[in-house]
């Protein structure tokens, strides 16, 4: 018996994989620990739905998060709304992507060479993307388990984006501004 996963030959087959998993009606993505469960952590329930649809229009989202502003555990907690995935460089797609610029959002395609922080408790970064090298074998450590076609596809034509609504605690505008770029 096959799997979406290992069977998958391009990045559409990797969305569609994708979205299945986040939605709980496929197997859990190799790399990934585990069952897509955060969203009750974090409060990304409501983002299911655009995640998935992302997913299956082309941009394979690797990672997610809302923003959030407030106190927990005697510390003031700060998130900014943030997708990062990967888009076929001849897909349409990639242009609606990163014309959410247009719109205030940032847009970081490749890895940026500066850190970007996403999440900090007290004003003191916890989480983020950038600042550091991703090594020549990132995506297979990322990927693995996948089809080596769509492997091959994810690092000849995958482009990756990170897209940020930089006000702290602000989201209400990035996910609206997702859905309308996938249709």
Excluded: C
Excluded at 8 to 21: E, K, N, Q, V
Excluded at 30 to 46: D, I, L, S, T, V
Excluded at 47 to 55: F, V
Excluded at 133 to 162: Q, T, Y
């Amino acid at each position: 018996m096959g799997s979406v996963w290992r069977d998958a030959r391009s990045i559409a087959d990797l969305g569609h994989a994708m979205a299945l998993w986040m939605e709980g009606r496929g197997p859990d993505w190799p790399g990934y620990h585990g069952p897509f469960g955060q969203e009750e952590e974090n409060g990304a329930r409501h983002l299911i739905p655009t995640l998935a649809a992302a997913n299956r229009a082309g941009f394979v989202t690797t990672g997610s998060q809302p923003a959030s502003d407030g106190y927990w555990g005697g510390a003031r907690w700060r998130q900014r709304a943030h997708v990062d995935g990967v888009v076929h460089d001849r897909s349409p797609l990639l242009g609606r992507l990163t014309a959410l610029e247009r719109q205030g959002f940032q847009v970081y395609r490749g890895w940026p060479k500066e850190g970007v922080v996403i999440t900090d408790r007290d004003g003191e970064p916890q989480t983020g993307f950038g600042g550091f090298r991703l090594g020549r074998d990132h995506a297979a450590r990322e990927w693995h388990g996948i089809g080596r076609h769509a492997l091959r596809e994810l690092k000849d034509h995958g482009v990756r984006l990170n897209i940020v609504d930089m006000t702290w605690g602000r989201d209400d505008r990035l996910w609206p501004a997702l859905a309308n770029a996938i249709r």
